[in-house]
């Protein structure tokens, strides 16, 4: 799916998060980017209208190859374009990718694999991989998402649940607890519910075992990356402005945890969430710098934005946006008014 106004900005290419890897869930964020520019989303195999994945090896170097191999070579029906104002153009790297929550990490890779199709990243609500895949005794920063989706649920989802077809019946309710406010989504309400009815949770699996099983060796060019030098492509990291857990029963907030809130569990030390995203930021060879000061740093989210509800929220979505102008300005095109 793509939308926006062409010029010759960087193309921006949306990398959802973990469960949500669909073009769907994007739309808010993606309607906001497309007032200036060309924004692209699409389905990670396995998700949505995409086709399931011809095997389980779902981590961090395979989502990147199979995104790099769509955005140069399209997908069955032609070489990759958008149509703007009846008139088809070319989509051409570099990109800036956008990833959230996990998507975040499989942008980053995106970047170390594929340099020449790279222009920028901007990473929303980042996972660290420092520490990720290392085993027993190590307690990873999940999302709010992972820590639902936790890996002996998704093995009785894709063993039972969906099989029986029970996910179905019970779509409306996942629906308003990982998607709040579905409204918004509407839009696109044929891919919505008919992404209940894939084989996502074996591929929700496939990429959680990627990340935090015992088959994490593959972040570990990433980390080792990370850890020694950093990324080489400009880099830009947006934190929320607080965690929202949420109750079965509704989609307001059961507990809220700010984020300068020395509340996550990180390297055996109790952290804020900006902390951690400041130190994903600082693992790069080109970070995003405080205009007055000239010190490493990230955009904070206002104190009503939070994680799982970006999709929908508005104040979110316009920040986000804002993080991608700052990345056009920061590879020298004009800059945008502050959403």
Known sequence: E??????????????????????????????EISKYGVCCSYDRAGMGKSYLPRDDLRNPETVASELAYMLVNGSNRGPPSVDIQNI??????????????????????FSIDYPNLTA???????????GLGEGEGFAPVYSDAHKFWLEDVLYNCEHWLQPLGIFHMLSD?????????????????????????????????????????????GIQRLKTVEES?????????????????????????????????????WQG??????????????????PYRDPETGEVTILRGSDDTSDLAFMQNDQSQKQIADAVFKMWAKLGYPVLPTA
């Not at 989509?91 to 890779?109: D, E, H, I, K, T």
């Not at 629906?175 to 919505?192: C, E, W, Y």
Request: hydrophobic share 35%; net charge positive.
């Open 269 to 286: 030390n109790d952290t804020t969430w900006y902390d951690i995203q400041l130190s994903i930021a600082k693992n790069t060879q080109d």
């Open 173 to 217: 309710i996942v629906v308003a607890f990982m998607l709040p406010t579905t409204g918004r989504m509407q839009h696109d309400g044929p891919t919505t519910s008919n992404f209940w009815k894939t084989g996502f949770c074996g591929t929700m699996r496939s990429e959680y075992l990627s990340l935090f099983g015992k088959e994490g060796e």
């Open 229 to 265: 030098g950093g990324l080489s492509k400009p880099h830009i990291v947006w934190a929320r402005g607080y965690e929202c857990w949420r109750h079965w029963t509704g989609t307001a907030c059961g507990t809220r945890k700010p984020s300068n809130k020395a509340a996550w569990k």
């Open 2 to 31: 793509a939308g926006g106004m062409r010029d010759e900005r960087p193309t921006v290419i949306l990398e959802g998060p973990e469960g949500l890897g669909l073009s769907a869930a994007m739309h808010g964020l993606q309607r």
């Open 88 to 109: 088809t153009w070319p989509v051409l790297p570099p990109f800036v990718l956008v990833g959230v929550s996990a998507g975040s990490v499989y942008a980053r890779q």
């Open 120 to 130: 920028g990243v901007v990473s929303v609500d980042a996972l660290p991989v420092t």
